[in-house]
């Protein structure tokens, strides 16, 4: 079974200061990874996704992720922080079975944005 | 486009009750899959709907029970609810049981029993 790890449940920056996401996934075969925020009170929102191609994946809002297969990580960055930012993100890899696919969450990492 | 909706936005009950989520998909949409998010977790799979079948199934109890519509639309039912149930339950919808299409999700059944 694929699983997934984010290293840090909570991470504070400054705004306009780099913000790093970590995560480490565990899969058997390529997998299709993913990074999805959640503001308060509200459901997920797809950030970006890797499924083929490119390494570095651009998605919304500013933030970037490189799939890195021989680290087995998808870590997400964004150079500048906005208040904007602060909610919570999650990682997420896709699992395989019987011609359908669903999608392994990560913990989630807060992120808290200082003014 | 109203996107996935789902109701009812809070509930709450007592341990020993059932209760029926609901969740209508994107337009154009005819897979919808469940999770359970916990405070302070990230959502768990529950199933997933397509053609009105369940296709996949998480490490969920037989408790958990779901059903599509034709309209594409499901419910999810859990029955003989325990303490451990209360969570936020996220209805996702696609235009395919694969991922390589974007899963949209609703803003959520917030189920908290007593």
């Known amino acids: 079974a694929q699983s997934v790890t984010q290293l840090g449940s909570h991470v504070s920056v400054s705004e306009g200061a780099l913000v790093l996401l970590r995560c480490n996934y565990s899969?058997?075969?390529?997998?299709?990874l993913f990074w999805y925020v959640q503001y308060p009170n509200q459901g997920l929102q797809l950030l970006l996704k890797y499924t083929t191609g490119a390494t570095l994946v651009k998605g919304i809002n500013g933030f970037e992720a490189e799939f890195k297969k021989s680290e087995t990580s998808f870590h997400l960055t964004k150079p500048s922080a906005h208040m904007s930012d602060a909610a919570e993100y999650f990682c997420a890899v896709s699992e395989s079975q019987g011609g359908s696919e669903k999608l392994v969450f990560g913990k989630g990492t807060k992120l808290t944005v200082n003014p | 486009d109203a996107g996935v909706t789902q109701s009812p936005t809070h509930l709450i009950k007592t341990r020993g009750q059932q209760v029926t989520l609901r969740c209508s998909p994107k337009s154009g949409h005819d897979t919808v899959s469940w999770y359970q998010q916990a405070l302070g977790q990230g959502p768990q799979f529950i199933f997933q709907y397509y053609e009105e079948e369940e296709r996949q199934r998480g490490n969920f109890p037989d408790r958990f029970s779901g059903h599509q519509f034709p309209n594409y639309s499901s419910e999810l039912n859990v029955n003989a609810l325990l303490l451990g149930d209360s969570a936020l339950y996220l209805c996702a919808s696609s235009r395919t049981t694969g991922l390589r299409e974007k899963l949209f999700f609703g803003s959520g059944t917030q189920l908290s029993v007593l």
């Open positions: 899969s058997s075969v390529p997998p299709y």
